[in-house]
């Protein structure tokens, strides 16, 4: 495998800006140089350079540069601790206080494990009506997989212990079927999904949102870029909304810390607090 | 003062070695110690209490880009990968699994041994599987020192006996060893 240097990725992230003006400068570097080798090692390119041409000459191949660079969920149900609060805790809440429909936002939608989860949660609870999912991805080959139900098969193990430990009704074998190197989970789940394309800079993020799904997604950024996001999160969230970030995620910017309060300390969900 | 920061990985067989290195390194010790070892990836609590029982320095799971500072030891959480980011911050990833394992050592050496260069020292200890091979020849390459457990003290001689196999490492240590290495870093 190619190892790049900062120089080489400062190079691409030029190139892809100034062709395609998505920016990747504020992009964490350790993992953005690990997906960019693991890019060029799957499309096997050989150097910086013949990378630089095919993003210059190949207009398309930026949607396999986003979808490369998307990182996908580990499991499905990951921290079940955090899906029994869901069930437990947030969920009989919100119902409780009869709001009618309410939309829940997964900004960072990749493998889908985030969204079928959450999708045979409202499931199982008969909340399937009464909430309104919007996924937002950044390539068309994402949504493509998403929208198929394909899964790695190698997750399925871990992703059944978790949906035992999240207190699941069933058997997570009741939402798919086993194909030949994947799962195929049962598409019915998410027919009422709003897929939305959004741009890497979070542009045109919708509005009005209860609860925010944006697990282990602020890791990928530094700590500029994070603030920028969380400040974004925080406009689009309505008044005292949630925020899940993954458990080793904070918020600690000067600013952002104001304006979020936490809810629950073990699994980071904080809520949005208004501000005088 | 040449160094910058102590990695150490290990697995199955490693826990009473670093908890005895933790017990061994002064309070003021002058360098952050990452600690890359393989636990289960869905217990969350438990490891790091475990560890700090007897430790000297602070032993904390860090959260993403939080700040290394000398004197305190980082344990990679669980499930995640624990890389070191330029400017002497930690990062976390929950990219795909490396030799089945998350947190992987090859990931948060290569990543140390880039941010750290010849001012790194790397530590492989007792472990059941190949994990950390590469990334302590990165350290190696890079001009950091590289030290090995030795295999016939290790509880589980597989990681350590891999990592010699492929690097010319610096040191072949017991315990005692390791800790009287590390007591000298003024």
Known sequence: MTELGIVDIREIIRTIKSVHNYDFSNYALTSLKQRLERLMSINTIGSTDSLIKKISNEPAFIDTILFELAVPSTEMFRDPSLWRWLREVYFPEVTEKNIGKFKIWLPVCVSGGELYSLAILLNEMGLSDKVQIIATYTSDKIVEILKSGCYDLKKVDVSHENYKRGNGCKELSAYYKTDKNCIVRETSLIANVEFRKLNINFDLAPQNIKLILFRNSLIYYNPTQQEKILRMLYGSLSASGYLVLGIRERISGISTSREFEIVNEVESVYRKRMLN | ?186
């Open chain 2, 1 to 186: 003062m040449n160094y910058k920061a102590v990695i150490i990985g290990g697995s199955a067989g490693s826990f009473q070695v670093v908890t005895r290195i933790l017990n061994s390194l002064p309070k003021a010790f002058p360098l952050p110690v990452l600690l890359c070892l393989h636990r289960l990836k869905h217990v969350r609590s438990g490891f790091v209490e475990a560890l700090s029982l007897k430790s000297n320095i602070p032993v904390e799971e860090p959260y993403d880009k939080e700040l290394l500072k000398p004197g305190k030891a980082y344990l990679a959480p669980a499930n995640y990968h624990m890389y070191v980011e330029l400017a002497n911050r930690i990062a976390l990833s929950t990219e795909d699994t490396v030799n089945h394992s998350r947190p992987s050592i090859d990931l948060s050496f290569m990543t140390a041994a880039n941010a750290y260069r010849e001012k790194l020292i790397g530590i492989i200890l007792s472990g059941a599987n190949k994990d950390g091979t590469f990334g302590l020849k990165k350290v190696h390459d890079n001009g950091g020192v590289a030290i090995v457990q030795d295999p016939n003290e290790c509880e589980v001689k597989t990681m350590t006996q891999s990592a010699l196999q492929l690097t010319k490492v610096d040191f072949v240590y017991t315990t005692d060893q390791i800790i009287s290495f590390l007591q000298k870093l003024k």
